[in-house]
């Protein structure tokens, strides 16, 4: 009877860490997303029409402008920028 139970509880524990690793990766791939998407955006279709990145991207602007992040995240984007936007521009 005990094996039902701990195979059972083996089974909640791993559902629990599987949601708490989710909890943690969406928001992670949401904010790492912003250097690849701007960049390309910015590279095919210019300056003009970043204005729907930026609103998709706000909070994590807001991160980056007011919390201790913004100098690595500053230069994560410009390896996006520089490397990637310029390898579909040219």
């Known amino acids: 009877m005990s094996e039902g139970n701990d195979s059972?509880?083996?089974?909640t524990n791993n559902?629990?860490?599987?949601?708490?690793?989710?909890?943690?990766?969406?928001?992670?791939?949401?904010v790492l997303s912003f250097g690849p998407v701007y960049s390309t955006t910015h590279?095919?279709?210019?300056?003009?029409?970043?204005?729907?990145v930026l609103k998709l991207y706000s909070p994590v602007i807001w991160l980056t402008e007011f919390t201790i992040f913004e100098t690595v995240?500053?230069?994560?984007?410009m390896l996006w920028i520089w490397g990637w936007g310029s390898l579909i521009a040219s």
């Open 43 to 52: 590279a095919l279709f210019g300056i003009s029409s970043c204005g729907p």
């Open 8 to 11: 059972k509880s083996q089974k």
């Open 73 to 77: 995240f500053s230069y994560y984007m």
């Open 15 to 30: 559902c629990l860490w599987q949601f708490s690793k989710s909890v943690f990766m969406v928001p992670l791939a949401y």
